[in-house]
């Protein structure tokens, strides 16, 4: 049990006598998911799910939304939760479901509607059921998508009791205040500008923002708990956050890549035939987008597909790499292989980005399990560089975080997740989709996982993603079933046709066919029987 009542409305608590107003709590989370969108892929993808280009004042609106993820915290169950532990009728008060009650109870909806200035957030958009779409996205921030459908369960007779002032305390002057501390953040989102059109790919990619942007704006470490005032958490906020993204590698963009223009220079050697082929396309061509790229086991697939990545991230196509492999066994080896490829173009391990092995129960960087510091710990985050350093893998702190990594070695299953009804899809797919999906092995998939892999890479190309598949032994169905993702749709060819194409090969988005050299035809290939079967320490 809390000691005492916040005096105002509270929106964290830590510890026992210490809380975070409400709006500045709603305030961090809205910076944070504003430098998410200003990092360059990020704000490409919502441009693509929106249709159209954005403007700034765009930007500032939607993290007013994003402001207002929290607002269901206003009810009076919610606030009195700690305080009143045996109080049987808020002990299982929430600040999601209760909102259905504002909507269905008419003077509770017009007394809402007028905190948070309705009329005026309607304005923003094409569609006048855009705010509320894009509300009950940022009101989905916990991992499922909210719908209220009409239930009269639970708390929610008691919930329209909460949304009435009692005890001096009144939920929507609370919400009030939230907005105008989100107008003092973002004054120029109430200006002039073009209203938007809230797509549904655009109200799927914001609920996942703002399910990473609460998550990250949610931690003590980075956003002390305590008073403060709105000039205070709007000077913190504007100083600490560009250093949070950077800090757990969601902006990039500090990582800078260093001056190895060719192949050989950025590993060593001379790139053999599949290499270079995929060396020479170009990272503009839209055709780019997807590159199916399909040679023998010892081609240099790997290198093919961190080659490629070098390329687009430096061309600002993506801002980071998630490469998904069929088993949990060849995630870690391929693991220790990204990390030396890394470590030759990062000789500086303070200036390297963190590469996470994305395989539930390894959540490791380098050799080293890694965890996130005791909430109590990370309030010295700035001062202390064992912090800073522990920072860097905030994504390997949670299986849901993975894709959110700067690079990331894994199962495909934690990319195929962004597509199933699952919690925190969203937020999956919001990171994922920044990044260069590599997806290695893609015949191993069996045909579940490979329409799940088309879902997804559709998906992905239609917010304007990028993506690599490798295979040593892909067969005509499946390239064109994945081709189709892209928006090319192709018919299968007959069996005499298929057996006389090219191999090795490469296929872009647009079906087009660049063969590759054979660099050696007759590379001598055997089988060898080993008497293993029950042996498994030998295997």
């Known amino acids: 049990m809390v000691a005492a009542p916040f005096p105002g409305f509270w929106g964290k608590l830590h510890g026992q006598e210490a809380w975070l107003p409400l709006p500045a709590h709603c305030l961090d989370v809205a910076f944070v998911f504003w430098h998410l969108a200003s990092v360059p892929p990020i704000w490409s993808r919502l441009e693509a799910a929106a249709g159209r280009k954005l403007a700034p004042v765009q930007q500032d609106r939607l993290a007013v939304l994003a402001a207002l993820h929290d607002v269901g915290k206003a009810n009076l169950g919610f606030q009195r939760k700690p305080f009143d532990p045996n109080d049987p009728g808020v002990q299982r008060a929430g600040h999601v479901r209760e909102l259905e009650a504002v909507f269905d109870d008419a003077a509770l909806r017009e007394r809402f509607a007028c905190a948070i200035r309705a009329q005026q957030l309607a304005r923003w958009f094409e569609d006048p059921c855009g705010l509320e779409a894009l509300l009950f996205a940022s009101w989905s921030h916990h991992g499922r998508p909210l719908k209220f459908q009409g239930e009269r369960t639970g708390t929610y007779f008691l919930a329209n009791q909460w949304w009435q002032p009692a005890r001096g305390k009144d939920p929507m002057a609370a919400i009030a205040e939230v907005l105008d501390w989100a107008q003092a953040a973002f004054p120029e989102a109430f200006s002039d500008g073009e209203p938007l059109r809230a797509t549904p790919r655009l109200q799927h990619l914001f609920a996942g923002l703002v399910m990473l942007a609460d998550w990250l704006g949610s931690h003590p470490g980075w956003f002390p708990v305590g008073p403060t005032t709105l000039s205070e958490r709007l000077q913190h906020n504007r100083q600490q956050v560009p250093k949070l993204l950077a800090a757990v590698g969601l902006d990039?963009?500090?990582?800078?890549?260093?001056?190895?223009?060719?192949?050989?220079?950025?590993?060593?050697?001379?790139?053999?035939?599949?290499?270079?082929?995929?060396?020479?396309?170009?990272?503009?061509?839209?055709?780019?987008?997807?590159?199916?790229?399909?040679?023998?086991?010892?081609?240099?697939?790997?290198?093919?597909?961190?080659?490629?990545?070098?390329?687009?991230?430096?061309?600002?196509?993506?801002?980071?790499?998630?490469?998904?492999?069929?088993?949990?066994?060849?995630?870690?080896?391929?693991?220790?292989?990204?990390?030396?490829?890394?470590?030759?173009?990062?000789?500086?391990?303070?200036?390297?980005?963190?590469?996470?092995?994305?395989?539930?129960?390894?959540?490791?960087?380098?050799?080293?399990?890694?965890?996130?510091?005791?909430?109590?710990?990370?309030?010295?985050?700035?001062?202390?560089e064992e912090l800073k350093r522990r920072e860097r893998i905030w994504a390997a702190e949670h299986p849901k975080r993975f894709l959110a990594a700067t690079v990331a070695v894994g199962t495909v299953d934690q990319a195929l997740l962004a597509v199933i009804q699952t919690a925190h899809a969203h937020l999956r797919a919001a990171a994922l989709s920044r990044s260069l999906l590599v997806v290695d092995e893609v015949h191993a998939s069996d045909e579940y996982a490979s329409r799940l892999l088309r879902a997804l890479l559709e998906h992905h190309f239609r917010l304007g993603g990028y993506a690599m598949l490798l295979s040593a032994t892909l067969g005509m169905r499946a390239r064109v079933h994945f081709l189709a993702a892209a928006g090319r749709r192709l018919e299968p060819l007959a069996l005499e046709q298929a057996t006389a194409e090219p191999y090795p090969l490469i296929t872009l988005a647009s079906g087009e066919a660049v063969a590759i050299p054979r660099g050696n035809p007759d590379k001598p290939v055997f089988v060898e029987a080993k008497p293993w079967l029950f042996q498994p320490a030998a295997i």
């Open 252 to 384: 990039s963009r500090l990582f800078a890549l260093p001056p190895l223009t060719d192949f050989a220079g950025r590993f060593d050697f001379a790139p053999r035939p599949a290499q270079a082929c995929v060396d020479a396309l170009d990272p503009q061509d839209p055709r780019c987008c997807l590159v199916v790229l399909e040679a023998e086991t010892g081609s240099g697939k790997t290198e093919a597909a961190l080659d490629w990545f070098f390329k687009l991230f430096a061309a600002g196509k993506v801002g980071s790499l998630y490469f998904a492999l069929p088993t949990r066994v060849a995630a870690c080896e391929l693991f220790a292989r990204v990390a030396q490829v890394f470590a030759r173009w990062f000789p500086d391990p303070q200036a390297r980005p963190a590469i996470v092995l994305a395989v539930p129960g390894y959540p490791r960087l380098g050799a080293q399990v890694e965890a996130l510091p005791e909430p109590g710990e990370a309030n010295l985050w700035q001062d202390d």
